[in-house]
């Protein structure tokens, strides 16, 4: 089946740990992306990257850390510098192209304990 | 940066009724997505709509891209109609392609 993998589906972390969010994708996407999303609210770009081994920072991304080594993949760590982690995070790819829609994984709830 | 605004924030509605959800932008836009997302949180793609008008069953949207607003309307509602409703565009200016601004939604709730 084609589509985006996230795992895992829950995590829980302790504070001052840094924990890392997979985001797997079999389309053959260039571009991927990670957003976050508090309760009641829409959602906001961390970062995005348009093509292997490069990155960009997108709206909130302090706290956070990527890397694109492979086209399929593209992790998400959250550091002990994010101030308020607890959110739902998404994952999402698209073709590099100007008119492209974008495709979503089913999301990682982190919960800091 | 562009600005995405849905109207209206919340949705109530008998089981059969129609409904027309609105979303403005501040600019130009190359692209427009419509999402449901399911109580699991899971975003599901309804429509991808720049300009124009598309249907698919019961759902269909408009894009006025050149009046920077787009409508979704769900006919004979169901109560799994119910979740929220995500526009999200991207900004045509720019050179990140792909780069989505959500708006807030609008949780459509289905009774009965």
């Known amino acids: 089946d084609g589509g985006i993998t996230q795992s895992p589906k829950y995590l829980f972390r302790k504070e001052g740990q840094n924990v890392t969010l997979s985001c797997e994708q079999n389309l053959n996407h260039d571009a991927m992306y990670w957003y976050r999303q508090d309760p009641g609210q829409g959602l906001r770009l961390i970062y995005y990257s348009q093509i292997v081994n490069d990155f960009q920072k997108g709206d909130i991304a302090e706290g956070y850390s990527v890397s694109r080594e492979k086209k399929e993949s593209f992790p998400l760590t959250v550091t002990s510098a994010q101030k308020n982690p607890t959110a739902f995070y998404l994952c999402a790819s698209s073709i590099r192209s100007e008119n492209t829609e974008a495709f979503f994984g089913q999301g990682t709830r982190l919960t800091v304990v | ?112």
């Open chain 2, 1 to 112: 940066g562009i600005q995405v605004e849905q109207s209206p924030p919340d949705l109530i509605l008998q089981e059969g009724a129609n409904s027309t959800l609105r979303c403005n932008f501040s600019d130009s836009v190359n692209n427009l997505q419509w999402f449901h997302q399911n109580p699991w949180g899971q975003l599901i793609n309804l429509f991808y709509i720049p300009s124009g008008t598309k249907q698919n069953g019961r759902l269909s949207a408009t894009t006025v891209a050149t009046e920077r607003y787009s409508l979704l309307y769900i006919s004979s509602s169901q109560t799994t109609d119910s979740g929220v409703y995500f526009c999200a565009v991207s900004y045509a200016g720019g050179t990140s392609y792909g780069k989505l601004t959500f708006g807030q939604g609008t949780i459509l709730t289905v009774h009965p």
